[in-house]
């Protein structure tokens, strides 16, 4: 049995009440449900329940370049019309609307990806849950996919000052590509995405072949799947390629972005797993007993989302939820059952048995030319970024940086993500 202390939790209720649009598919609402199932059954007194910080500029800068995160500083719903140019060059419009609070939002769920890598790596806790994080498909330079920040990315470096190695898991429907992008080039990420592919989906890369490049060579893992993927095929498939990679790679800390769009039923996905399935994923990963943080990501049928990750929440915590939903603010929404189990969806499953294991084969026999876990020159090197209290309009940003406690950390060169975008993986090619 885990002791409470083990697993921290984030949350703040300020994420869940931005609005995106009436059309637009990202509801943050989920958050709330998802908080209120969690707390309906209890799970809250298993772990400890923190607000995250509010993460400043310059943290989100650590990735992202600091025009684009000075725009989203910036920008309000009634300014948006004086800046046409940026909007179309940062990519933000349609998918990704510009709405009130829009960056207090992304400083939120930024944040609580940050605090929670920070307690995994100072070890005051072994598992670290943020569900309003996992917004995989953000660019250095650009939103994507309906999101603005990526905070997987910023978690991922954090982890990366105590950690030689990190493994990225990624179960949305969608290619995790604003995280593969990021590592593509490095050895010291292993990304590893399980997704739809073909049909123009959404974002139109994974597919197999794409494996890293240079030093990330065998880095990055692409499971391309297609529609109606069942719990069965996608289960036996996600245990056998994550026990080689574990196996292989020796990761020091695990990141597992769980996207609920996978789920049969999602208004955007096309896979056919239930939360069972989905949540047997999660119960695979934790038994490595590696350090976790888990995020959410996808999800469009909000009360599906809920129930999954208060499921998740329970499984993270060894505890089986009763069925029956116990009343809470949102129990409305769970109607006319009100319970977590969803029955199964009558779905053909497009995975032929000889489709499923040719990628199997594929990825294992990447996996082979990994010759041993790669290791990593141990320095000491700039610790934890630390950021005093301070009223944010007196400092210079620029101040700001210099200040650092003194932990002895892993040297975190600038391998990660050069910059520029006119390399070749970056020009659509791939
Ligand atoms: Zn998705």
């Not at 940062?90 to 009130?100: K, R, S, T």
């Amino acid at each position: 049995m885990l002791e409470k202390d083990r697993i921290s939790y984030f949350y703040d209720g300020d994420v869940g009440n931005v609005y995106f649009g009436p059309n637009h598919p990202m509801k943050p609402h989920r958050l709330c449900m998802t908080h209120h199932l969690v707390l309906s059954y209890g799970l809250h007194k298993k772990m400890e329940i923190y607000r995250p910080h509010k993460a400043y500029p310059i943290e989100l800068a650590q990735f992202h370049s600091a025009d684009y995160v000075e725009f989203l500083h910036r920008i309000t719903p009634d300014t948006q019309h004086l800046y046409a140019s940026e909007l179309t060059r940062y990519n933000l419009g349609e998918d990704c609307p510009v709405f009130d609070n829009l960056f207090e939002f992304c400083q939120i769920y930024a944040g609580g990806t940050l605090d929670a890598a920070r307690r995994l790596n100072h070890k005051t806790c072994d598992i670290a849950i943020n569900w309003a994080g996992g917004l995989h498909h953000a660019k250095k330079c650009e939103a994507s996919g309906f999101c603005y920040i990526n905070d997987l990315v910023l978690g991922i470096l954090e982890l990366l000052k105590y950690h030689a190695r990190v493994l990225y898991i990624d179960i949305d429907v969608h290619h995790g590509d604003g995280v593969e992008e990021a590592f593509y080039f490095t050895d010291r990420v292993m990304t590893v995405s399980f997704h739809k592919y073909g049909d123009l989906f959404f974002p139109g890369t994974g597919d197999i072949k794409d494996i890293g490049e240079r030093e990330g060579k065998y880095y990055a893992i692409n499971i391309p799947l297609k529609d109606g993927i069942d719990d069965a095929s996608f289960t036996r498939l996600f245990k056998t390629i994550i026990a080689k990679v574990v196996e292989t790679y020796l990761p020091g800390a695990i990141v597992l972005q769980c996207g609920a769009d996978s789920l049969a039923r999602d208004r955007l996905g096309c896979f056919n797993l239930s939360i069972e399935g989905h949540a047997e994923c999660v119960k695979f990963v934790k038994k490595f007993n590696i350090p976790l943080l888990v995020t959410g990501g996808g999800g469009y049928t909000k009360e599906n989302v809920a129930r999954c990750w208060a499921v998740e929440t329970g499984v993270l915590l060894d505890t089986e939820l009763p069925n029956e939903i116990p009343n809470n603010e949102y129990i409305e929404y769970f109607a006319p059952d009100y319970t977590l189990k969803v029955p199964n969806l009558n779905m053909d499953n497009l995975n032929s048995k000889t489709y499923l294991s040719s990628i199997k084969v594929q990825v294992m026999e990447s996996l082979r030319s990994i010759q041993h876990a790669p290791g990593v020159q141990m320095q000491e090197v700039p610790p934890d970024f630390y950021i005093p209290d301070f009223d944010e309009d007196e400092l210079d940003p620029d101040e700001r940086v210099d200040q650092h406690t003194q932990d002895k950390q892993i040297h975190r060169d600038d391998e990660y993500y050069e910059g520029d975008n006119d390399n070749d993986h970056d020009d659509g090619t791939r």
